[in-house]
């Protein structure tokens, strides 16, 4: 066989070959979609991701409290009740404080809505956010008060004295800022006491409390004013108010006073007896302490029939 033949075979098998491997190469199968990963880019926006909250910021305590301290761990926080029915919707403060003179300086005290200051006694049991308390001076016809103060982590404050039938509840609020009433109560001015001088120093002054509301949403605001009596002797006190939807102006008169008892509720003794009276009813009393603070003068009125005491400032009238 010459040369030409063999190369034209060689051709012929090369071009077979060839024609094979491609046949085999279109038989097998495209590459899927699906194996192909679309990469999104990131998209930059301006916006700020909400904090994460955590089970350690759920369970935060409103109030914290050390469970081996003493009341002072409170010191400046004010409470606030609901409005009790007592006398068109009252409701009771109380601010913690702690004592700056005498046997009370450094002592914690609860200063409650009539000026009375509550000092924690020291009793076995005041831990874990309870206290007992003791009021010496007379409260509501009682001596030497005695009360036990519970305060939570959910910023409540309870507090049963021994005279009520019920607890109180209190909670976290800011002082002042009542819805209603709604303003601060301050003195215009500042007059002298003088504990050996009676009831006619305060002859010609006018005290005004803050704003209450009757049933029907009108307003109203309880005032005294101290006047000598036309017999040129005596002094008597105007309470005006307004009570079972009426208003009312009732007169009043100071009893005897004992010079250099320096209380100013010129009061016989602490039980009870020599109460400003109307001369009227035996049972319709008052019971009246003037006093000064650094704001000014201030007159605490507790009438017989309340179970409230009334905080009223010295105004301009």
Not at 12 to 26: E, G, Q, R, Y
Not at 31 to 38: D, G, N, R, V
Not at 106 to 129: H, L, P, R, S
């Amino acid at each position: 066989m010459d040369t030409k033949k063999i190369k034209s075979l060689f051709y012929i098998a090369a071009i077979v070959v060839m024609t094979i491997l491609i046949a085999v190469s279109c038989k097998k199968k495209s590459t899927q979609a699906s194996a192909f990963q679309i990469v999104d880019e990131p998209i930059s926006t301006n916006e700020t991701p909400e904090p994460v909250q955590t089970n350690e910021d759920i369970n935060k305590p409103v109030l914290p409290i050390d469970n081996k301290a003493n009341m002072d761990q409170f010191n400046g926080l004010y409470f606030e009740s609901k409005a009790y029915e007592l006398n068109n919707n009252f409701k009771f403060t109380a601010k913690v404080g702690i004592g700056d003179s005498g046997y009370e300086k450094g002592v914690a005290y609860i200063q409650f809505e009539d000026g009375c200051k509550f000092y924690q006694g020291f009793q076995v049991g005041d831990y874990n956010g309870i206290y007992n308390l003791l009021y010496s001076g007379s409260r509501n016809g009682l001596d030497y008060v005695k009360a036990k103060a519970r305060f939570t982590e959910e910023g409540y404050l309870y507090v049963k004295f021994e005279n009520y039938s019920w607890e109180i509840e209190y909670a976290l609020a800011e002082e002042g800022a009542d819805s209603n009433p709604s303003e601060v109560l301050k003195p215009d001015k500042t007059i002298t006491i003088n504990k050996n001088a009676g009831p006619k120093q305060y002859a010609g002054n006018y005290f005004e409390s803050i704003t209450y509301k009757n049933d029907d949403g009108s307003e109203f605001k309880y005032t005294i004013e101290i006047k000598n009596h036309s017999d040129g002797r005596s002094t008597v006190l105007i309470f005006s108010g307004y009570e079972n939807g009426k208003q009312f102006s009732k007169q009043y008169n100071f009893p005897g006073f004992i010079a250099g008892r320096g209380d100013n509720f010129y009061n016989y003794n602490e039980g009870g007896s020599g109460m400003l009276n109307n001369g009227i009813s035996a049972s319709d009393t008052v019971k009246v302490r003037f006093y000064n603070d650094t704001n000014g003068t201030w007159a605490d009125l507790k009438p017989a029939n309340y179970n409230f005491t009334i905080k009223l400032a010295l105004k301009n009238k």
